[in-house]
C-alpha cells in the first residue's frame, strides 16, 4: 500500500507491482517537466507515482505466520546494520521539541508478506517497510512522544497470515476507508509509493503531524493524474518541512520519498 524529486525519473519497479490482481493506467511524462531542485544528484532513480490502486481482493495465504516471522528476523537483522536505518534515526533525532506530537500511526499499504507469486523482492520491500516504519516509531517514542503512538495498517491485499503477523506484534490491522478516517493532526501517516487516491483520502481530513511518502515535487513531473487532489497535496507542502528520506542502499525501496514534518507555525 508510509521521504523529494530527481530530475531524469525513470520507471523501475512501484510499490507492489509484482502481485497478483492488479491494475495499472501508465503515466506519462511531461514533454518540459518543471524540475525542482534540479542540481541535486541521486544514486536511485524514482519510480514514476502509481495512479490506480489493486483490486482490493487479498490472495490466498501460502505462509504461516511462523514463517512470514522467520523472514522478517532475517531482513530486520540486516535493516538493523544498513546505512538507511542509521541515517533515518539521525533524521529522527534531529527533530526538536517544536516538531508537532505524534499520538498515531497509521501505515497505508505496505503490500503482502506473502505476495502470490511469492516473489522474494515484493517480500523484501515490504518487510524492510515494516521495519522502517516501526524503527521511526521508536525513535519518536524516545524523544518523549507518548510511551506507545499506537500503529495501525490498512493494506487490502493482506492475506490472514499477514493480518495474524501485524497483530503478534502487537499493532492493529483495519479496513478501508478507517485508516483514513483516522488520520488527524497528530498522526503520522506513512505510504511509500502509493496510488493516487490512496494520497487524496489519506489527506483529505487533515494535515497530519508527518507524511511519510511521495511528494508533490515527483507528481508535478506528470500529467494525466487528474484524480489526485492536488489542493490538499499543495496545502501538504506548504505546511510541511521536508527531507529526503534515506536510500534503501541497492534498491529503490524508498526512492522518491520524502517525510514531510508539519511547520511548528502551522500547529
Not at 520491500?125 to 500503529?151: K, M, N, Y
Not at 508527518?210 to 506528470?222: C, H, K, M, P, Q
Amino acid at each position: 500500500m508510509a521521504a523529494t524529486a530527481h530530475p531524469d525519473i525513470q520507471q523501475p519497479e512501484p510499490q507492489q507491482q509484482q502481485q497478483q490482481q492488479q491494475e495499472w493506467t501508465q503515466v506519462r511524462r511531461k514533454q518540459q517537466p518543471r524540475h525542482r531542485n534540479a542540481g541535486k544528484k541521486s544514486q536511485l532513480k524514482a519510480p514514476p507515482p502509481p495512479v490506480t490502486r489493486p483490486d482490493n481482493t487479498a490472495a490466498a495465504a501460502h505462509l504461516s505466520v511462523s514463517d512470514i516471522q522467520k523472514d522478517h528476523d532475517r531482513l530486520e537483522n540486516q535493516w538493523r546494520e544498513s546505512t538507511c536505518l542509521r541515517r533515518l534515526k539521525d533524521l529522527v533525532m534531529a527533530s526538536n521539541s517544536s516538531k508537532p506530537k505524534v499520538t498515531r500511526a497509521v501505515c497505508l499499504g505496505i503490500g503482502s508478506f506473502d505476495p502470490e507469486d511469492g516473489a522474494w523482492e515484493v517480500k523484501r520491500r515490504a518487510h524492510v517497510q515494516l521495519a522502517a516504519f516501526l524503527s521511526i516509531i521508536d525513535s519518536l517514542q524516545s524523544l518523549g512522544e507518548p510511551s506507545t503512538i499506537q500503529c495501525f495498517f490498512q493494506e487490502p491485499l493482506f492475506t490472514a497470515s499477514d493480518r495474524d503477523f501485524v497483530r503478534s506484534l502487537g499493532h492493529e490491522v483495519v479496513e478501508s476507508p478507517r485508516g483514513f478516517e483516522m488520520v488527524d493532526r497528530e498522526t503520522l501517516v506513512f505510504g511509500i509509493h502509493l496510488y493516487r487516491d490512496i494520497y487524496s483520502q489519506a489527506i483529505s481530513r487533515s494535515v497530519p503531524a508527518v507524511f511519510i511518502g511521495t511528494g508533490l515535487n515527483v507528481w508535478e513531473e506528470y500529467h494525466d493524474t487528474g484524480g489526485l487532489d492536488w489542493a490538499r497535496m499543495e496545502e501538504l507542502d506548504r505546511q510541511c518541512d521536508k527531507v529526503q528520506f534515506p536510500d534503501d542502499d541497492g534498491f529503490t525501496t524508498f526512492s522518491s520519498t520524502s517525510i514531510h514534518w508539519r511547520k511548528p507555525e502551522e500547529t
